[in-house]
């Protein structure tokens, strides 16, 4: 059986964190379960789902503003999977962990004893919760800055591995391998001109090896240029 503990008091966070809130029952609602609302329900204190909705808007835009000026040459599907990398379950879990959120977070008896303190999807959800709260309490920037120093390196050091160059990968697989002269070519347009598709070939020694689509030739090229690697 689960012990029953108690939460560490969110004044120890913020001093750890360097961060105040102007408004302290923003904090307490964002480490608040459903759980232990039901269970305290005279106190009239909030959970954190709605906040947790509201974070994990405010997570994807910070996130995704990030990505936009830090990798300038990044084709959109590129940038969708940095995002998807960094927002995650798994790694919102691991970076809460990181921060000890999840010994500050207020659970009902019931799902203290059952191990809810250690469920991923309330250590993820809880971190959401903390980010909507601090942009309610201050703002875009404060979220913003909250993430640089937590976050966004993570993306530099874990995520940079899926920021990955297609063309020069199959580039330098080509040259190693002996395979000949590497050329790409945009075999097709379509769509209309405010939604074009394009679809590159990409040919080693005159021989297509691979095709792929984008919403720009230098997408379709990248795009190409993985499925001729999946291939090998």
Do not use: W
Not at 42 to 62: K, Q, S, T, W, Y
Not at 77 to 106: I, N, Q, W
Not at 114 to 131: K, M, P, Y
């Amino acid at each position: 059986m689960v012990p029953i503990v108690s939460a560490l008091p969110l004044s120890r966070l913020c001093r750890e964190l360097q961060i105040g809130f102007a408004d302290t029952a923003l904090l307490r609602a964002a480490f608040t379960h459903s759980s232990y609302k039901n269970e305290h329900r005279r106190n009239g204190r909030e959970d954190n789902e709605r906040l947790e909705f509201l974070g994990d808007a405010v997570l994807e835009l910070c996130v995704s503003h990030y990505l936009y000026g830090r990798f300038k040459d990044a084709p959109e599907g590129e940038l969708t999977r940095l995002r998807a990398a960094a927002v995650c379950e798994p790694s919102l879990v691991a970076l809460a962990r990181e921060l000890k959120f999840h010994l500050y977070l207020r659970l009902g008896k019931g799902e203290e004893s059952s191990g809810g303190r250690e469920r991923a999807s309330l250590i993820a959800d809880v971190f959401e919760a903390f980010v909507g709260a601090l942009f309610l309490d201050q703002g875009f920037a404060a979220a913003d800055t909250f993430l640089a120093v937590h976050l966004y390196p993570r993306i530099e050091d874990d995520g940079m591995s899926l920021h990955k160059d297609y063309k020069t990968m199959l580039q330098e697989h080509i040259q190693k391998s002996g395979l000949g002269p590497l050329s790409y070519d945009i075999v097709t347009e379509r769509g209309p001109a405010h939604d074009r598709e394009f679809v590159a070939a990409v040919c080693v020694a005159g021989q297509v090896r691979g095709e792929g689509a984008g919403r720009s030739k230098k997408e379709a090229e990248q795009n190409a240029a993985r499925n001729a690697l999946a291939l090998d």
